[in-house]
């Protein structure tokens, strides 16, 4: 809302000399917030000139310049001429015009222009004649203002050279701009705005909406209240005025002043009757509605639209109504408006063409308003102001207004009837016990001190049984206050919100960080600490990602949540695993130059299973267990998973030695590095799956065999479709899992220091056969007395045959309680191979 | 004292002994010729490798005071003793000569050898490439372990969320313009009931409803509004709510607790500030604003950069919770009445940081991550 301080000054005393920005700081205290601080942006010397001398003086590129004398009086310090070069030529001498000397400043769109004499064809160029577009007062002239032609005559009579001309053009004129919270809709007045700043500052306040109201003489224009199907069984419209005048002439000009507030408040002067309305509505924050009395056939109807039904509005646009759409009709037939949103072509008013108005100042239905705005996309000052609740008590005012206006600017006449059809309910009151403020607030109030300020925002007191017991009946203009909260929040807001102490509360004691939370901590740690980075990606993809993948059509990744808005349709879906948007991430870091990139992200990722609706019950009231129930199922699953990506260099070369790319055993290594940060054991299975390379991709599992994850080497088509690095690895790891699998408390063993055994074992075998298979009939083969075992070298070549290779393994030894013998040693390693060759046809070398 | 690795060990290189002296001379003359001789050997000996030729020259087994030595056992009795004395002091002196030389030797080949191992390190390595944390993960932990330390516990809640529990719970009116004011992006179908989140909020309604009064949570997360990225604005954000519900709390003590985490967040001294606001889900609702911890709310010129000379810096919404959500909760408002507060970590984390832009804190280039620590 923007905000005149000029006008504002109308309804309520502002400090002399009050500024903007000091307005601004008041209304924030009071919760309207500063949006914005609107000046001319024209600062002096800017002053009258009246030109002495103009010599025009031909280009060689053509143009053709004036070279003026300008006598500014004593505004350049020396009273002689002032020699400045001019471009225009709608001017001649003996013109008053305005001069602004060097030093002042003029808006630009790139910011204030700073004047200063300079040498411009051949002349040193002292100030500059302005325009009233350089003024910023205006955008139809291209030439030079020239004061007779813009001012009043009685105005110009008394100006001298050399006059200051800031106030007189209105240029140190300030609009404060707020910002209204959608519970004020009567903020969006001048009327509201003033009784703000009133109980910001104490200022006295003199409601625009106390005038004399014409009390009416005889039967109005009928007028017809038909809705039969109120939304949420109010009724769309509980008050209906309208006024008519007649034998007016809308094609005068509207007054300067109002023009000049219209544009002020950022709204365009559009002909008197338009701007005559849009006045009141800034002024008092009733939207009002003009009809040409001629075109109508019948009565006012305001009905709900019937099916079929159709309106161009005054944007021209043709649109179907729907059954819930309030309506303005004329003899319950031809659709006029669509009430309190926008009119049609119909009964519009037409300068030139209309004489005589009839005004509609009505109170509709915020509910009914919004969702008939909402549905047609169609937002208009009308209907923002009713969906955030008008003042019903202010509307015979706000006609009596607009009926005044028409009759002063116009030149018309008011019929003496009035038609008001009133049906509104009774305003419900609010049972309050005034220490509640103290109570909920934390400051102690006086309970003469909480009457004062309820009374002061326009509520009535009335006394209950006890002293701190009584009725509230809230002002008209305030639909938002329904309850003792809100009393109690009008209490604060008044007194001042600065006023509330700092009291540090005693929580009843927490029990730290959860298991998850703490898990989670530890596995981003453990990650960064092995060289990975932290990145947060977006988690919007679409399915074109998913073939870029190499899902198949029967992926349960696939299966993704929808968004009905999406910001791209490149990308409607919710992701469903990680490693789906880390690409980018990846590829970003490379095309800007860091090729040894490692990334990780940790985030929850939604798997929908089925499409399950959501009930959505209203506000105010707890559902009942099952349509609770129903909620929270219907949210689909969202489990966390880490994924890391990685490419370029683990080891990078350097001074130091040679480097070494970063490849699958990396990207394995951390995803254990994952499990072993949480102290899970994992185990791995050789898998094939995409979006990795089918020979190099393992499943992780727990030992019980419930999947943790993937992790390999991404499908080379899979790195060329998604312009990755080549070789680039990646894990993805369901933590909930791991989250699940850790919580709990792990036991010690003891530790033995006796001294370890080892024996190294060259095995052959086929090879078809998993290292791991051979690593586990080893180690069950060994028994108890093997403490490790680790595969440290893998052999094809000529030494063996062609079908088979030759894996190393060492086997360390170590028995709790004694040092072992060569020969107890012997044993378990050959009783190790000896399995080993049983169940995979193993050859000890 | 350390024995030399080469010493003592038997010749590599045969023929290059020394051929044995004709006949021990056991005359004091001859044994201290070769004395001489041998000193001067070892004296001589300017590396291991010559202190070893020396060795074995005048200590080894055929040297000539080795080849005297056991001449002495042909020797006729009464002469044994004091040619067994002369030969042995004899050798003696020899062999500390030779154990010096050793020692000297050693040290100055141990400094060469460091002198000769020795790196130039003054060039950063950069062989394996650094880890991080993401600023924005590190500042949220870090606002709730604030919390944490007050005695809160911290909650969680889903991304994707039922419209119910993002709204309604929250009393947001359906047809509210706050509701609308919120930009919310909605699941496909609309009668699916589901929204992004577009606040933490709804695990104010899933806190009490799971946990019961009293409760104290803090809950940091992802959140999302239709916005389209720039300089201020991101579509995928992060929250940090706050949600007390207990007997007797009040706005003082949202604005206690308010002080304190700004004071975590951005040193000591700083305080809050409440301005008068409107949220569905509080009453009496307020913006936060915390002092500005650059200019402290002094003038000065030209005005503070960090906070545009207000003095504040906006961080966030807060205020009474309202009774249509106590009581959409199950909460007994009559009993029990407390406060909730919600402020952004972008925010949070690009004031403490000096961050302008947010893109930097979305587009995951490790070059950001590099500048923090990974305790920020
Ligand atoms: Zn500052």
Redesign the pocket.
Known sequence: MRVPVDWLGEYVTLPEGVTGEQIAADLVAVGLEEEGLHTSGVGGPLVVGRVLEMSPEEQRNGKTINWCQVDVGDANGTGEPQGIVCGAHNFTVGDLVAVILPGGTLPTPQGPLTISARKTYGHVSAGMICSVRELGIGEDHDGILVLPRLLPAEVVARLAPGDDLITVLGLDRETVEVNVTPDRGYCFSLRGIAREYSHATGAAYTDPASLAVDAGDGEGYAVRLADESPVEGVPGCDRYLARVVRGIDLTRTTPEWMARRLTEAGMRPLGLAVDVTNYVMLALGQPLHAFDLATLTGPVVVRRARPGERLTTLDDVDRALDPEDLLITDGGERVLALAGVMGGEDGEVTPGVTTDVLIESAHFDARSVGRTSRRHKLSSEAARRFERGVDPGVTAAAAQLAVDLLVEHGGGTADPAVTDVDQRPERSTIDLDLTMATRYVGVNYDLARVREILELIGCELTDGESARLVTVRPPSWRPDLTDAPGLVEEVARIDGYDKIPSVVPRAVGGRGLTHGQRARRAVATALAGQGLQEVLTYPFVGAARFDELGLDDADPHRHAVRLANPLSDEAPLMRTALLQTLPEALRRNVSRGTRDVALFEIDSVTRPEGEVMAPVPGVGEQPDDEVLAQIRSAVPAQPWHVAIMAAGQADRAGWWGRGRPVDVVDVVGWAHAVADALGVEVRRRQGARAPFHPGRCVELTLPDGTRVGWAGELHPKVVQRLGLPLRTSAAELDLDVLVTASDHRTQASPLSTHPLATSDVALEVPRGVRFSAVEESLRAGAGALLESLELFDVYAGDQVAQDRHSLAFRMHFRAPDRTLTTQEVNEARDAAVGRAAQEHGAVQR | MPSAPDAGGSPQHPDEVPSPTAAPELSQEGVDGHVEAALAAIGGAGDLDELKEARLAHAGDRSPLALANRAIGALPGPEKAAAGKLVGQARGRVNQALARRQQELEAERDERILVEEAMDLTVAPGRRPLGRRHVLTVTAERMADAMVALGWEVAEGPQVEAEWFNFDALNFDKDHPARQMQDTFFVDPAKAGLVLRTHTSPVQARSLLDRGVPLYVAVPGKTFRTDELDATHTPVFHQLEGLAIDEGLTMAHLKGTLDRLAEAMFGPGTVSRLRPAYFPFTEPSAEMDFR?F??RGEATAPP?R??GGT?WIEWGGCGMVNHNVLRACGVDPERYQGFAFGMGVERTAMFRHGIADMRELIEGDVRFNAQFGMEI
């Open positions: 500005c650059v200019c503070c960090t906070c003095g």
